[in-house]
């Protein structure tokens, strides 16, 4: 079960998160930061870094945010891709 980061990351992107990363799988893609579950390990390191508590377990993320699965999958994907 890969992480996602979700709504509350917009116009905030703290990097905490990709400093504590091991396998640096997560991406700025302009306006937030996503994380490619393909790389993704599932340590959750991540999590309790976020100040704004918009990472979660993709089987955990709020019921509004659901759509962020899709384009963190997407978007980090093409970041990895692009590296």
């Not at 390990?41 to 993320?61: K, M, Q, W, Y």
Request: aromatic content about 6%; overall charge negative.
């Amino acid at each position: 079960m890969p992480y996602v980061i979700t709504e509350p990351c917009i116009g905030v992107k703290d990097t905490a998160c990709q400093a504590v990363c091991p396998v640096d799988c997560i991406y700025d893609v302009g306006e937030m930061l996503v994380i490619n579950p393909d790389e993704c390990i599932d340590c959750g390191l991540c999590e309790p870094e976020c100040p704004v508590s918009a990472i979660f377990v993709d089987t955990d993320v709020p019921e509004q945010w659901k759509s962020f699965i899709e384009r963190n999958a997407e978007q980090g994907r093409k970041a990895a891709e692009s590296k």
